[in-house]
């Protein structure tokens, strides 16, 4: 684990050319400002969920961590941006796809959920998507949960700085009916490293039985996690819930969230979508329908693999249009960009 801290932490500050050799003390936020959240770390400088990129973006400003958490067959807790390992890492030229699991259906590609943690070692990351650029690939471990608590705990002794994390739960009903529950797990994590409770330290999930098998974090806060407005939650068949994604963005079903979360995390075109020539749509009611029932905003989707990097004026402006709607946070793979726009905000 610290051969990969010390790896991490090496390009990370060679690749941020803003920082110095003294760690200033850093502030959190401004109190009403929009948070940056960096989703699988400073992603377009290093391949996506790797410690070097989630080290970079806390080196750039940002005041939150996206977490993508996954399990292995064997129960540990792993970060992915994809289920399919053959996406972010090196695993098709090491084996043959996993064989199937008794009493369900033949797995497509290589599911980290069918794959043992002594397999998942032997991994390193790629970037998947190619313009990014890969001379990082097969540098970097893929890495666990604990590998990242480890190394924030580390940056805010360093740095003296508060760095939230919003931890995303995959598969979790996957996992529930294996009897391998994912929830107590990261709650024992959280316990181990002190976190459990914590405010900075937010959970989310896209199912809501699986705010009902975390039970009382203690404080950790809880985000619902909202998918395509066509989609139901993975776990409606089980429990007869027949609410769309969308469903739950009417002011009733925002007024249903708040029965088992604190906030939301929605796409950002669920907010602010666009017209063919790239023109900003009016906003939504969503934002002023959250508050209204209480629950805190996070906007994702920015820079992802559906939207590509644009050139940087393009950018900023778009984060700041999406900040003066008053978001808690915006989820990018490009915190340095949100962080500029934050900073030069009309």
């Given at each position: ?58 080196a ?8 993508d ?7 540990v ?28 259906p ?18 390193t ?18 890495p ?17 700085q ?13 996992h ?10 990261l ?56 609410m769309t ?74 984060y700041?249009?999406?900040m ?10 490009e ?12």
């Amino acid at each position: 684990m610290f051969r990969r801290l010390a790896l991490a932490a090496t390009l990370a500050a060679a690749c941020w050319t803003g920082a110095s050799g003294a760690s200033p003390v850093r502030l959190a936020h401004a109190e009403g400002t929009t948070q940056v959240v960096a989703r699988d770390g400073a992603a377009v400088t290093f391949p996506e969920a790797t410690l070097a990129a989630f080290d970079l973006a806390i080196a750039q400003g940002a005041d939150m961590l996206r977490v993508d958490v996954y399990q292995t067959f064997d129960g540990v807790q792993v970060i992915r941006t994809s289920r399919n390992l053959a996406d972010t890492t090196d695993i098709a030229s090491l084996g043959s796809p996993p064989g199937p699991i008794k009493g369900e259906p033949p797995p497509v590609g290589y599911p980290v959920d069918f794959t043992l943690y002594n397999d998942y070692a032997r991994l390193t990351a790629r970037q998947p998507i190619p313009a990014r650029g890969t001379a990082f690939d097969g540098m970097f471990p893929a890495p666990i949960l604990e590998d990242l608590l480890v190394l924030v705990e580390r940056r805010r002794m360093d740095r003296r700085q508060r760095i939230g994390l919003l931890i995303v739960l995959h598969d979790s009903e996957i996992h529930a009916a294996r009897g391998k529950a994912m929830e107590p797990r990261l709650l024992a994590t959280l316990q181990k490293y002190g976190l459990a409770g914590s405010p900075d330290v937010l959970i989310g999930t896209g199912d809501p039985s699986s705010f009902a098998r975390l039970g009382a974090t203690g404080g950790n806060p809880r985000v619902f996690v909202l998918g395509p407005s066509t989609d139901r939650p993975a776990d409606a068949a089980r429990t007869n819930n027949r609410m769309t994604y969308g469903d739950y963005q009417t002011p009733q079903g925002l007024r249903a969230i708040r029965d088992f979360a604190d906030a939301i995390l929605v796409g950002k075109d669920a907010i602010m979508g666009a017209y063919a020539d790239g023109g900003a749509m009016p906003p939504t009611t969503l934002p002023g329908d959250a508050r209204a029932a209480g629950l805190r905003l996070f906007v994702g989707g920015f820079a992802d693999a559906n939207d590509p990097v644009r050139p940087r004026p393009a950018a900023i402006d778009t984060y700041q249009r999406f900040m003066t709607l008053g978001p808690e946070g915006i989820v990018t793979d490009e915190p340095a960009r949100a962080i500029a726009a934050r900073r030069h905000m009309p």
